[in-house]
């Protein structure tokens, strides 16, 4: 019987509706999409990170 916890309430999914088993799946993969997107989020702020400390070694240093 597998078991989901939503709200801090705990449900078991084979007492779902074919629509709540419908809609529990789409949350979860909605979830991973966010999980692998906030991955790429990191991945793409180092780069930028990365790419805007190699600019700033290649200007000119101020003089002031």
């Given at each position: 019987m597998p078991?989901?916890?939503l709200d801090g309430k705990e449900y078991d999914t084979?007492?779902?509706s074919d629509e709540a088993k419908?809609?529990?799946l789409s949350?979860?993969?909605v979830d991973r999409k966010v999980a692998?997107?906030?991955a790429d989020i990191a991945i793409m702020q180092t780069a930028r990170n990365t790419?805007?400390?190699a600019?700033?070694?290649l200007l000119p240093k101020s003089t002031q």
């Open positions: 078991k989901v916890t084979d007492d779902f419908a809609q529990l949350l979860q993969i692998e997107l906030n790419y805007a400390k600019l700033g070694e």
